[in-house]
């Protein structure tokens, strides 16, 4: 089973010790290994990511997709040895259930995801457009401002493995009242985003009213999506949104929260689910 982290030996300069000191020592690094996502035996995807919860990574994935929309639509999902000596598990298998539609697996709909960009192995803009079969624009979620501006901390307080590597993204699903109800991590924001969905889908949480889901890093018009499609009125980030981001909210009518810093935010969309 592929690991989290990996100890690799580095040379550590240090030119603030005259006359510039150096030595060896071990350092942690965030592992990254690619995950190849089939659906009756059959290639789906492949995606770099943190070994971890591959699972619900995988089930994250599909539900972004919009390929299933509930556990129940999974008969089984398990990982698998694959072809690697010694084995190392990067492949999950899922098995559909018999009223799920297969996937399309045409050309346009080929994936490949690195793990800085998870839309880039699309060929079109038709077929990164995604629409949800939830409605968020009704959702009663209100959070005052003062909560809002708690979560990065304890996002950031939860975040084990990014202590010891510096390296890995984060996506938190906190309740209105702001407690913290999973942390999942990753190199790529968008599988650390599906491990989040493909938990909550696991769990039955499923459309995720009333909840904000919090990330580390800039909300893209993926992330968006991806929380559109779990029903989730709020996608609060640290960083900037992008342009088809605040779109994407705007017309779903999710809330969209952006340099989510100390005290500042800036609200692109849906502002009515701040208080101040």
Not at 34 to 44: A, D, M, S, T
Not at 117 to 128: E, F, L, N, P, Q
Request: glycine share 8%.
């Amino acid at each position: 089973m592929g690991r989290s982290t990996t100890r690799r030996p580095v040379v550590r300069i240090d030119l603030g010790v005259p006359p510039g000191t150096s030595r060896r020592r071990p350092d942690e690094l965030a592992a990254e290994e690619p995950l190849e996502i089939r659906v009756r035996k059959q290639p789906l995807a492949v995606t770099m990511r943190t070994p971890g919860h591959d699972i619900d990574l995988a089930m994250g994935f599909l539900l972004s997709e919009g390929m299933i929309a509930a556990a129940e639509d999974v008969t089984t999902a398990q990982l698998c040895a694959g072809t690697d000596t010694p084995n190392t598990y990067n492949v999950v298998d899922i098995v559909l259930g018999a009223h799920v539609p297969p996937p399309v697996t045409d050309v346009s709909r080929n994936f490949y995801t690195t793990s800085s960009c998870g839309v880039c192995g699309k060929a079109s803009i038709d077929a990164v457009r995604t629409r949800s079969r939830y409605d968020v624009t009704a959702d009663p979620l209100r959070v005052p401002a003062t909560r809002l501006a708690e979560l990065p901390e304890r996002l950031r307080a939860a975040q084990r493995t990014f202590d010891r590597t510096g390296g890995l993204h984060a996506a938190g699903l906190f309740t209105a009242a702001g407690e913290l109800l999973v942390l999942r991590e990753d190199v790529g924001r968008h599988n650390a985003v599906d491990k989040v969905l493909g938990w909550a889908l696991r769990e039955g949480r499923l459309p995720l009213t009333g909840h904000v889901l919090m990330v580390s890093g800039r909300a893209s018009f993926e992330l968006t999506q991806k929380a559109w499609m779990a029903g989730l009125p709020m996608l609060a980030a640290v960083s900037a949104p992008s342009t088809l981001a605040v779109e994407l909210a705007d017309e779903s009518g999710m809330t969209l929260v952006g340099f989510l810093r100390g005290t500042t935010m800036n609200v692109y969309a849906g502002a009515e689910r701040v208080t101040v």
